[in-house]
């Protein structure tokens, strides 16, 4: 409906209306967005503290306890409580900090947004509102921890692939010496 009513007013169909639908729905795509990484760091913390006080009130319990069954249970409790925070960051952050989640989906979020400015300037034909809209949707779902996740994958595995290429580049330049010595040797040998 919303489309057909874009449609039914000549006036309307022009970019600068396509762009001004857009940017509403890129706008509350922001706050959201800005609220879920609020929320991100702020639950990462809060069971990061609460999981690490627990350890602590448990194994300062199990130091201070007089009786031996009563320091093995609490220095227990204290080891699986422990382990169960190292499992949360493992299960939920797989040992990402939010920061760099954050990061990956902002950088997503940008490559995202450079895309949808490049065709803000394309006639209503070319980058119709439909095609706006659907942008911008996909500019509002690169905000997760999946996405974050993948953006930060993608950025390092393309960091790890200059390394490994100017490694196999410092390897063939060793060849290539260790082959002109060898050949200069030979060459200066006796005959």
């Given at each position: 409906?919303a489309f057909?009513?874009?449609h039914?007013d000549?006036v309307?169909d022009t970019?600068?209306?396509r762009n001004?639908?857009q940017d509403?729905i890129?706008?509350a ?11 991100i760091q702020r ?15 448990l194994a ?5 306890a007089?009786g031996?069954d009563?320091a093995?249970?609490l220095a227990?409790?204290?080891?699986i409580v422990?382990?169960i925070?190292?499992?949360y960051?493992?299960t939920?952050?797989q040992n990402?900090a939010?920061?760099?989640i954050?990061?990956?989906i ?10 949808i400015d490049?065709?803000?300037g394309?006639?209503v ?12 949707l ?7 921890v ?5 953006e930060t994958?993608t ?8 390394e490994?290429m100017a490694?196999?580049l410092?390897?063939v330049?060793?060849?290539?010496q260790?082959?002109?010595a060898?050949g200069?040797?030979?060459?200066a040998a006796?005959k």
């Amino acid at each position: 409906m919303a489309f057909s009513r874009y449609h039914a007013d000549a006036v309307r169909d022009t970019p600068a209306h396509r762009n001004a639908i857009q940017d509403r729905i890129l706008s509350a795509s922001g706050q959201r967005c800005n609220v879920f990484l609020t929320y991100i760091q702020r639950h990462q913390s809060a069971t990061d503290f609460m999981l690490g006080s627990l350890t602590a009130l448990l194994a300062g319990g199990g130091a201070i306890a007089t009786g031996v069954d009563t320091a093995r249970a609490l220095a227990g409790s204290a080891g699986i409580v422990s382990g169960i925070r190292a499992e949360y960051d493992q299960t939920y952050f797989q040992n990402q900090a939010a920061t760099i989640i954050s990061k990956g989906i902002r950088l997503r979020r940008d490559t995202l947004l450079g895309a949808i400015d490049a065709k803000r300037g394309s006639d209503v034909g070319t980058y119709t509102i439909e095609r706006a809209v659907g942008d911008a949707l996909r500019y509002h779902g690169a905000c997760t921890v999946m996405a974050g996740l993948e953006e930060t994958d993608t950025q390092l595995s393309a960091t790890a692939g200059v390394e490994a290429m100017a490694r196999a580049l410092q390897t063939v330049v060793q060849v290539q010496q260790q082959a002109q010595a060898v050949g200069a040797a030979a060459s200066a040998a006796p005959k």
